[in-house]
């Protein structure tokens, strides 16, 4: 019969896992499924909502710009993209071109529909106003910038219910 030292207990050999190799492991799994989710998200959509984010930051910036200034900015839509029309260059205080700002989509798929033009200011409170861009290699992909004339241009869903004119 073997004996032990006091306080000595004799060794058990462990049988499965710990509590904390469980939760690692968990832990792993959780951030590789989250990396494989964002890596399949829609690229269609994806471009379409930058496209949408940039352009709402564009026409603030030009509504600024435009109050800052004090003359009419105008925002249409091309076939090839967009201009802003009534910008001061940075050279000068009149009215210039716009090769300062961009005026082309990120995505050659990305059209405005609609009527195609907005009045940027240079009041203070402008009228509400939306354009719809959608996604020409998917059609159903639709999404809409738009104010309420007081607050900054929003990225909307195409059928959310439209900004109210006065």
Known sequence: MRTSAAGNKPRR??????????LVVMVIIAIGTAGVGLAMRDSSSTTLERDAQRLAALLEGARIQSRAAGVPV?????PEGFVFD???SASNSGPASTTAQPQRWLHDGTTASGSG???LGPEPMIDPQSVTLINTSAPGQALRVATDGLH???VQSADAAPVASP
Do not use: D
């Open 13 to 22: 050999h462990a049988h499965g896992f710990t509590l904390i190799e469980l």
């Open 86 to 88: 009534g910008l001061p």
């Open 152 to 154: 900054p241009f929003t």
């Open 117 to 119: 033009t907005l009045q």
């Open 74 to 78: 105008i925002w249409r839509a091309t």
